[in-house]
């Protein structure tokens, strides 16, 4: 036996000596997290310290980070710089389309938390009268994808308004400087126009928002399920904590948000529904609903196989707990 054959033999029986262990992700030091004001239940899971109770135990830390917006949590979910993001449903749709590697796991609120907005003084009564208007909004938000939609039905689409790009507290804002005619509004920003600005919802449809979903990174996922199930667990122990205390909820958010009572009531107690957490038919049905108004109006490519992706997108199999 020649010293190279030797040399091979050795070096295989060390691969074939190595087990499925040693292939096995890093040990998980870090949890990153986002929190936002339209997720009232991340801010109760922040506030009470339910994840860091949970991963203390292993020497896990637990890192916040703020998302403004849906865009924000999924360029931030697209970088690796955190792990689990909120956003709505369709937005989620339209990065899984656009290349973003994550899974939707979880429902933790059903909001009706955008609508079409303009100042009190505003002449402007349907969609059809934004022809020609400048309309502020935030790109690849439930908003932005909900004025889209209310366009298409209008016989509209964004070719025929002046788009002005904002993140959503800047587009309430240049709304009631008069900068814009009107807003693809997002809550608390929008429930606070309304309250103290006398702001106009002149087009709402509950049923084309998206659910709030939270989202993981899919290589976390696939790196560390027992993780992303404990996370979902503790998720659930807030929502429904936050549902049987509602008084504790609006504290919470008040506290973050420094908002007045009314404008914190207009969003938790008339406009946000936490009674659910499984992504199920609903779920699924309003973000198919949404991707292809979306194909149908050409912000999706035509040749997008949009229920595939939304079967590629969603991941259900992450159990919660059942009592």
Request: net charge neutral.
């Amino acid at each position: 036996m020649t010293r190279m054959t030797r040399r091979i033999l050795l070096a295989g029986a060390m691969a074939l000596a190595i087990t499925p262990a040693a292939w096995a992700a890093d040990p998980l030091k870090e949890i990153r997290i986002d929190w936002a004001t339209y997720n009232p239940v991340s801010m109760v899971l922040k506030q009470k310290g339910l994840l860091e109770k949970e991963f203390a135990k292993d020497g896990i830390t637990v890192t916040w980070v703020q998302s403004a917006g849906s865009n924000k949590a999924l360029e931030f979910l697209n970088a690796g710089s955190i792990d689990f993001g909120s956003t709505a449903g369709s937005a989620a749709l339209v990065a899984k389309i656009n290349g973003n590697p994550i899974k939707s796991i979880y429902v933790y609120s059903r909001p009706e938390w955008t609508a079409l907005v303009t100042g009190k003084d505003s002449k402007i009564a349907s969609v059809a009268e934004l022809k020609g208007k400048r309309v502020a909004v935030t790109r690849g938000t439930d908003p932005h994808i909900f004025l889209v939609r209310a366009l298409l039905g209008a016989g509209l689409t964004e070719k025929d308004i002046t788009p002005v790009l904002l993140q959503h507290a800047d587009g309430k804002t240049a709304l009631i400087r008069g900068d814009v005619d009107a807003w693809a509004g997002l809550d608390p920003m929008m429930a606070q126009a309304e309250v103290e600005e006398g702001a106009k919802l002149f087009y709402r449809k509950a049923d084309a928002n998206t659910w709030g979903i939270l989202n993981v990174r899919e290589q976390f996922l696939k790196d560390h399920p027992d993780a992303a199930r404990r996370v979902l667990a503790v998720y659930e122990e807030a929502r429904k904590y936050s549902l049987a205390n509602y008084d504790e909820l609006k504290k919470t958010f008040i506290a973050v948000t420094k908002l007045p009572e009314a404008v914190v009531d207009k969003q938790l107690k008339e406009r946000t529904e936490l009674t659910h957490s499984r992504i199920g038919a609903p779920q699924r049905e309003s973000i198919l609903a949404a991707g292809l108004a979306l194909q149908q109006a050409g912000v999706v490519d035509a040749k997008v196989d949009v229920k595939s992706t939304l079967d590629a997108l969603i991941d259900d199999q992450v159990p919660l707990p059942t009592n």
